[in-house]
C-alpha cells in the first residue's frame, strides 16, 4: 500500500504520483476565476492537490468517514481530486445535477443528508437556497485557497475487513417519480474502472477529452475517471461546447473522447465540422441511448470507428461493450459484458431467451451498485439476488454480441439525459383544470425523444380555461427545463385497460400525426 493509504483508490493516485509523477494527469481549462487561461497538473501535483483537500475537509469541515460531500457545479478539476479525497477519508462524493430545479435538489439534500455542499460561482444561489440538517457550504476555491495543516491522522478505513466502503452517491429518479441514490463502493469503482480499460484498451500515448457532466455516471466513470486511473491523461471542459470540442483536435489532439447523440449532432451541425481534421481520435464511445444509424456513419465516414457502451447508473455504467475494434463491423450493436460481468436476457416467465430471442437486460457484476440509499428491505435495494433489472430489452446473437433493442419502462432518454414521466405527472395532476394526464416520449431528430404530456380536463371553469401555457408555468418553476413537455395536447379521454391502466402503447398510436 502506498504512502500507507487505506484506500486502494487513493493508494493507486499516490502509486500515480511516485512512479510517474512528471506525466500529464490534468488539463482543465474553462475555469471560472481564469476562463483563458489552462491548468495543467502532472501527476506528482495533483496527488498534492489530493492532499491538501483531504486535509481541509478533514480540519476545516470535519468531515468523517460515512459524511456526504456534495458537489454542485459545472466540470471542475477539483470535483475529481474532491472524489479522492473522500477515498482517503472513507467519505461518500455526491454529485448533484445542476439541471435540476431547487425543489427537485432539496428532494436529493433531505435524503442524503451530506454534511457539506461545495458549489461553484455559477450555482451559488442554488447551492444556497439548498438545505439539510447541519449542512455547510462552500466554495469550490475554499477547498484549496490555504496552506492546510499537515500531519492529520488518516482513519483507519480496514481494508482487510471492508473493502467496500462507499465513495459514490448518484441519484436518478424511479419510475415512481421519486429521487433513488445508487450507491457505489470504491471497489465497484476499481472493478469499473477494470471494465473501461478492457473496453478502451488503453495504450500508451493515449489522451482523453472529457466534456459530458461530470454528475452522471457516464461522464465520469466511463472515460473519466478510469483513464486517470489507468495513468491516461485527461483534458477536462467545464461543459459540452461542440466550438470548443473541434478546437482540440487542433490544440490537445486527444485520442478518446465520448459523445451522446445530442453532442454529436451539435459537432455535426458546427460550421468547422468539414474542416476540421479528427485524425488524432483512434475512436469515440456512446452511450445513454439509442444512437442513430446516420450518427454513426457519419463519423465512420471520416474514418473515426464510434464503440458503445450500454449501462446504468446502477451498473457502475460499463457493462456491454462494443469495443472500437468491432465498431464498423457491428454498426447499432452494444457488444459483449466486460470479463466481470454476466448478463442474461430473460422472458417475461423469468426464464432466460436463446439466440435471437428478446429479453429484458439483467447483468451481474463486480461495478454494480450495492443498492439505493437508505433501502428499506433487500425488495427495495434495486437488486434481485445480485442481479440488476434492467428493464431494458435485449436480443443476443449466437456469437453472444448483444443488441439493445427497447425498453420495457416508459423512461424518456433527451439529448443523453433520462425523464420519467411519472415524476411530471405527479406534478401535473396538482394543476386546477386537469383531470387526467399522462406523458409519453414522441421521437425527435434532435434529441432523440422528447416528452409530450396529454391531458384530459375538468368540466369546471378551471378545466375550461385551461391551456398550453399555463400547463408550461405550472412545470417551469418545480422541474428542470429538459423535462419540460414539448408538447402539450389535450383529448376528451385516454385510452385505457379494463382495469383503468392508461394504454402508453395505444396512446403513442394516436399521437403520431396529431398537431398540439
Not at 472529457?210 to 461543459?239: D, E, K, M, N
Not at 433501502?375 to 431494458?392: I, R
Not at 425523464?419 to 406534478?427: C, D, F, K
Request: glycine content about 8%.
Amino acid at each position: 500500500m502506498f504512502a500507507q493509504e487505506s484506500s486502494l483508490i487513493a493508494a493507486r493516485f499516490a502509486q500515480l504520483a511516485q512512479e510517474c509523477g512528471a506525466q500529464p494527469a490534468m488539463t482543465f481549462r474553462g475555469d471560472e476565476r481564469q476562463p483563458d487561461q489552462t491548468l495543467a497538473y502532472d501527476f506528482a501535483q495533483f496527488w498534492r492537490r489530493i492532499e491538501r483537500v483531504t486535509a481541509h475537509l478533514q480540519s476545516h469541515w470535519g468531515v468523517q468517514p460515512g459524511d456526504r460531500v456534495a458537489w454542485l457545479g459545472l466540470n471542475h478539476e477539483l470535483q475529481l481530486v474532491t472524489l479522492v479525497a473522500c477515498a482517503r477519508l472513507g467519505a461518500i462524493f455526491l454529485p448533484l445535477n445542476f439541471r435540476l430545479a431547487v425543489p427537485e435538489l432539496q428532494q436529493v439534500m433531505h435524503d442524503a443528508q451530506p454534511r457539506l455542499l461545495v458549489h461553484d460561482s455559477h450555482h451559488a444561489d442554488t447551492g444556497q437556497a439548498l438545505q439539510a440538517e447541519g449542512l455547510q457550504h462552500t466554495h469550490h476555491d475554499e477547498l484549496i485557497a490555504s496552506a492546510s495543516p499537515r500531519g492529520l491522522p488518516l482513519p483507519k478505513l480496514h481494508w482487510d475487513v471492508h473493502n467496500d466502503l462507499p465513495l459514490l452517491l448518484v441519484y436518478t429518479s424511479g419510475t415512481t417519480g421519486v429521487p433513488k441514490g445508487a450507491v457505489h463502493t470504491q471497489a465497484a469503482l476499481l472493478a469499473n474502472a477494470r471494465a473501461s480499460a478492457w473496453a478502451h484498451d488503453f495504450v500508451p500515448g493515449d489522451k482523453v477529452l472529457s466534456t459530458l457532466p461530470l454528475f452522471h455516471v457516464g461522464g465520469l466513470c466511463i472515460q473519466t475517471l478510469p483513464a486517470l486511473l489507468a495513468g491516461v491523461p485527461v483534458v477536462l471542459h467545464p461543459r459540452f461546447d461542440p466550438s470548443a470540442w473541434l478546437g482540440e483536435m487542433n490544440t490537445s489532439q486527444p485520442s478518446l473522447s465520448l459523445l451522446v447523440p445530442a453532442t454529436m449532432r451539435a459537432v455535426f451541425e458546427h460550421p468547422r465540422w468539414a474542416e476540421t481534421s479528427l485524425a488524432c481520435l483512434r475512436g469515440i464511445m456512446t452511450g445513454s441511448s439509442t444512437v442513430p444509424v446516420a450518427y454513426l456513419d457519419t463519423l465512420h465516414a471520416r474514418g473515426v470507428p464510434v464503440g458503445q457502451v450500454y449501462g446504468t447508473t446502477e451498473t457502475g455504467p460499463v457493462s456491454i461493450v462494443l469495443r472500437l475494434p468491432e465498431a464498423m463491423a457491428r454498426v447499432g450493436a452494444s457488444g459483449w459484458p466486460h470479463p466481470e460481468a454476466q448478463v442474461k436476457l430473460i422472458g417475461a416467465q423469468g426464464q432466460e431467451v436463446g439466440p435471437g430471442e428478446t429479453g429484458e437486460v439483467c447483468i451481474r457484476a463486480a461495478n454494480l451498485m450495492r443498492g439505493y440509499w437508505r433501502a428499506d428491505g433487500e425488495s427495495h435495494t434495486g437488486l434481485q439476488d445480485g442481479w440488476f433489472h434492467s428493464g431494458d430489452l435485449g436480443q443476443r446473437a449466437e456469437d453472444g454480441c448483444i443488441t439493445i433493442v427497447g425498453r420495457s419502462k416508459d423512461m424518456i432518454i433527451s439529448g443523453g439525459e433520462n425523464i420519467y414521466p411519472a415524476e411530471i405527472e405527479n406534478l401535473l395532476v396538482t394543476l386546477p383544470g386537469v383531470a387526467e394526464c399522462a406523458v409519453v416520449g414522441l421521437p425527435d431528430v434532435r434529441w432523440g425523444e422528447v416528452p409530450v404530456a396529454v391531458l384530459v380536463r375538468t368540466s369546471d371553469a378551471a378545466g375550461q380555461t385551461l391551456d398550453a401555457e399555463a400547463v408550461l408555468q405550472h412545470l417551469q418553476s418545480r422541474i428542470a427545463r429538459f423535462k419540460l413537455p414539448r408538447r402539450v395536447v389535450f383529448r376528451d379521454s385516454l385510452p385505457k385497460s379494463a382495469l383503468g391502466k392508461v394504454q402508453k402503447p395505444a396512446l403513442l398510436a394516436l399521437l403520431h400525426g396529431t398537431k398540439p
